[in-house]
């Protein structure tokens, strides 16, 4: 019934992601008994204690590894990153206030387009002009905005920040879907954190939520009451049926988090990971690079042939060793390689590999 190592492929794929093995095993192992306890995890009423138990670990797990204070709320929410580029502004911002943005991509594009139904949104950069390759540097955060919205990790383009954005003081909302978790963060510069589980941190089917309780209930407009961040706040994110199960990896995830040495430990891992590849990238003539160097991502490696001829051989190529998910997204084409936290370093050697063997082919 279950895969061998052998046959277990090497996922670089963008996202839903990999996850460490040993939490996919424990998921499985749930859905057939949780804890001895005669129940699945996924026919478990989400009242019962042993759940209650489940959401109070991810929440102080959570608190743990990111050193988030009592100061912050952490909510885990349904409708995917997505719905936060509506629900952010919808609570936190008044009609006549101003939000400034730094679009960096399809994702921080998407953000904007929604905050006109609730107030106002300056783009205060952008890195379009140059396809995205790159994180703009330099601007100016207006004073009174009432935050400033960033992404700090560009899951398309292969962008991520560095260091914390600069922010004029002004507190940041920030889209952390791809690099959530995967280096230290400093929190306190944030009124609010998001993240898309299913890029780094669990399955597809659950949102964190990290957000300054004093920012709750901001907004002087009236709000559907599931789509108030002050609804889930007061119930501990379980108003309605919460997504229980993703909910529960997502806790498997961080126990494992935490076992790695938590983000310090992580960002290790991480940063030998990239470098790995991104040494071969700029080392192997048949590939090159897409965005600034000092600027890459250390979650989404994206690099192009330098003959495009040798796109799809290439593809052919990592496929056939086990590789899955290679292919460039379609507005930057070539390749790129996902190597979230759960990524092994052998995984990124095998990628590297197929790389050496084909410029010895065709270099
Ligand atoms: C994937 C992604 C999103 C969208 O997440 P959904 O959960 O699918 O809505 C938003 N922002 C970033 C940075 C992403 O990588």
Same mark, same amino acid.
């Given at each position: 019934?279950?895969?061998?190592?052998?046959?277990?492929?090497?996922?670089?794929?963008?996202?839903?992601?990999?996850?460490?093995?040993?939490?996919?095993? %424990?998921?499985?192992?749930? #859905?057939?008994?949780?804890?001895?306890?005669?129940?699945?995890?996924?026919?478990?009423?989400?009242?019962?204690?042993?759940? *209650?138990?489940?959401?109070? +670990?991810?929440?102080?797990?959570?608190?743990?590894?990111?050193?988030?204070?009592?100061?912050?709320?952490?909510?885990?929410?349904? *409708?995917?990153?997505?719905?936060?580029?509506?629900?952010?502004?919808?609570?936190?911002?008044?009609?006549?206030?101003?939000?400034?943005?730094?679009?960096?991509?399809?994702?921080?594009?998407?953000?904007?387009? %929604?905050?006109?139904?609730? *107030?106002?949104?300056?783009?205060?950069?952008?890195?379009?002009?140059?396809?995205?390759?790159?994180?703009?540097?330099?601007?100016?955060?207006?004073?009174?905005?009432?935050?400033?919205?960033?992404?700090?990790?560009?899951?398309?383009?292969?962008? +991520?920040?560095?260091?914390?954005?600069?922010?004029?003081?002004?507190?940041?909302?920030?889209?952390?879907?791809?690099?959530?978790?995967?280096?230290?963060?400093? #929190? %306190?510069?944030?009124?609010?954190?998001?993240?898309?589980?299913?890029?780094?941190?669990?399955?597809?089917?659950?949102?964190?939520?990290?957000?300054?309780?004093?920012?709750?209930?901001?907004?002087?407009?009236?709000?559907?009451?599931?789509?108030?961040?002050?609804?889930?706040?007061?119930?501990?994110?379980?108003?309605?049926?919460?997504?229980?199960?993703?909910?529960?990896?997502?806790?498997?995830?961080?126990?494992?988090?935490?076992?790695?040495?938590?983000?310090?430990?992580?960002?290790?891992?991480?940063?030998?990971?990239?470098?790995?590849?991104?040494?071969?990238?700029?080392?192997?003539?048949?590939?090159?690079?897409?965005?600034?160097?000092?600027?890459?991502?250390?979650?989404?490696?994206?690099?192009?042939?330098?003959?495009? +001829?040798l796109t799809d051989t290439f593809?052919?190529?990592?496929?056939?060793?086990?590789?899955?998910g290679i292919k460039g997204h379609?507005?930057?084409? *070539?390749?790129?390689?996902?190597?979230?936290?759960?990524?092994?370093? %052998?995984?990124?050697q095998v990628l590297v590999d197929?790389?050496?063997?084909?410029?010895?082919?065709?270099?």
């Open positions: 019934m279950s895969i061998s190592a052998t046959l277990k492929k090497h996922n670089v794929s963008a996202g839903p992601a990999i996850l460490p093995q040993s939490v996919f095993e %424990e998921a499985a192992q749930a #859905v057939l008994d949780f804890n001895g306890v005669g129940l699945s995890i996924l026919e478990m009423s989400h009242r019962s204690k042993e759940y *209650g138990a489940v959401v109070d +670990e991810a929440v102080s797990l959570i608190r743990e590894i990111g050193g988030i204070d009592d100061s912050y709320e952490i909510l885990f929410l349904t *409708g995917g990153a997505s719905s936060q580029f509506y629900m952010a502004p919808m609570n936190l911002l008044n009609e006549n206030e101003t939000a400034a943005y730094v679009n960096t991509g399809t994702w921080s594009t998407k953000a904007i387009k %929604e905050v006109e139904n609730f *107030g106002n949104a300056v783009e205060i950069a952008s890195s379009k002009d140059k396809g995205f390759s790159y994180i703009p540097k330099g601007y100016d955060v207006p004073s009174d905005a009432v935050y400033l919205h960033t992404t700090s990790n560009n899951t398309i383009s292969g962008t +991520e920040y560095q260091s914390t954005p600069a922010s004029n003081g002004v507190p940041i909302i920030c889209d952390m879907s791809s690099n959530m978790f995967s280096r230290p963060i400093e #929190v %306190e510069k944030y009124g609010m954190i998001y993240a898309g589980a299913q890029k780094n941190i669990g399955p597809a089917g659950v949102t964190l939520v990290i957000i300054k309780k004093d920012w709750l209930g901001r907004a002087k407009r009236s709000i559907p009451t599931m789509l108030n961040y002050s609804t889930h706040a007061a119930k501990g994110s379980m108003f309605n049926t919460p997504p229980a199960y993703p909910i529960y990896v997502l806790m498997l995830t961080m126990r494992w988090l935490k076992a790695q040495g938590g983000l310090k430990g992580i960002e290790q891992h991480n940063i030998e990971k990239a470098n790995l590849l991104y040494n071969e990238i700029d080392s192997n003539p048949l590939f090159k690079g897409t965005v600034a160097k000092e600027d890459r991502s250390r979650m989404n490696v994206t690099f192009l042939p330098t003959d495009q +001829e593809i052919d190529m990592a496929t056939e060793a086990g590789i899955n379609r507005s930057v084409g *070539g390749f790129r390689a996902s190597i979230y936290n759960a990524m092994q370093k %052998e995984s990124v197929v790389m050496r063997e084909c410029g010895r082919k065709f270099g």
